[in-house]
């Protein structure tokens, strides 16, 4: 299962008010793990609010554990999209191989000079996350880089590796290591992952096409949106959190509530964009007022999760 914003590619603006009050549980025995762990709390500060709303649920040391893991993701999405348009995707694809080197090596050896490198992985080591699911997020991070319309196949491949490992490395977390538990609960995860991805891809569509010149779903050009497709792309993303929900039941009481909470803003956010003509979509990016997202969170926490 993962937390809202897993999907690189479309964050939240940074917030500015990071890392002060963050309170971290370290996630190793040294200094420097504990200075990595650090680090990647004050990324994820900057860089998320939605995920905020969840990430506080969290028990510890789950909490810093899904912060170590979000953090190399939000910072390989910054090589990715960071809006300099003097750097050429060329240098980029350059620094994002290196990222990726950098992070297989800490895999191999647990140690890295890069923060946040080092902090995902102290948790991935832990875990039992490996390259069966990191190989994939790089892939889909280096798409983005080249690729800007795809097709059923390679969309496909990109959800996998933008959206659907990341909630996958978050199950190894919420699991401990229960290798019975992650694998009966991977399907409902990985599809949980996917709906996140498909939402913001819906609610991002002008922005994608206008000002990163991308287009996700297959055939399907800004200008041309109708209420007919909006309707069929968000029976397939309702039906992911139906499959999601069941799952999200059989979850730790460690992460039971933040992911419900998780769902439930997508689930929110999903209901708004189906009452909100095409034509409106295409110019405005649909949110969950805060008001909303707390009576969500509230609900989570009153029912563990379960309702």
């Given at each position: 299962m993962s937390l809202p914003d897993p999907a690189p590619a479309h964050r939240e603006?940074?917030?500015?008010?990071a890392a002060p009050g963050l309170h971290v549980v370290p996630t190793g025995d040294r200094i420097f793990d504990r200075a990595a762990t650090a680090s990647a709390a004050v990324v994820i500060g900057e860089y998320s609010t939605s995920f905020g709303w969840a990430c506080?649920?969290?028990?510890e040391p789950v909490r810093s554990h899904v912060r170590n893991v979000y953090a190399l993701v939000r910072v390989a999405d910054e090589v990715v999209d960071e809006p300099d348009p003097t750097w050429p995707a060329a240098e980029r694809a350059v620094v994002l191989d290196r990222l990726e080197q950098e992070t297989y090596d800490a895999l191999r050896t647990g140690r890295s000079?890069?923060?946040v490198v080092h902090a995902f992985a102290c948790t991935a080591r832990r875990y039992g996350i490996g390259r069966d699911l990191v190989e994939p997020f790089f892939a889909s991070m280096?798409?983005?880089l080249s690729v800007a319309t795809h097709d059923d196949v390679s969309l496909a491949d990109y959800i996998h590796g933008s959206a659907e490992v990341v909630g996958l490395m978050c199950l190894r977390v919420f699991t401990g290591g229960d290798r019975a538990a992650y694998a009966?609960?991977?399907p409902g995860a990985a599809r949980l992952g996917a709906a996140f991805q498909k939402v913001n891809?819906?609610?991002d569509l002008a922005d994608d096409h206008?000002?990163?010149g991308r287009t996700y779903f297959p055939g399907?050009?800004?200008e041309s949106f109708d209420d007919a497709r909006r309707d069929a792309l968000l029976d397939e993303i309702d039906a992911d959190l139906a499959a999601a929900a069941r799952a999200v039941l059989e979850l730790p009481v460690s992460s039971r509530r933040a992911v419900a909470a998780a769902r439930g803003l997508f689930a929110e956010l999903s209901r708004r964009l189906r009452a909100t003509p095409a034509a409106e979509i295409r110019r405005t990016r649909i949110r969950v007022p805060d008001p909303v997202k707390a009576r969500i969170v509230l609900h989570a926490v009153l029912t563990g999760g379960r309702a």
């Open positions: 603006p940074p917030t500015g008010a506080r649920l969290l028990a000079a890069n923060l280096r798409a983005d009966r609960l991977a891809f819906l609610r206008d000002a990163l399907l050009a800004p």
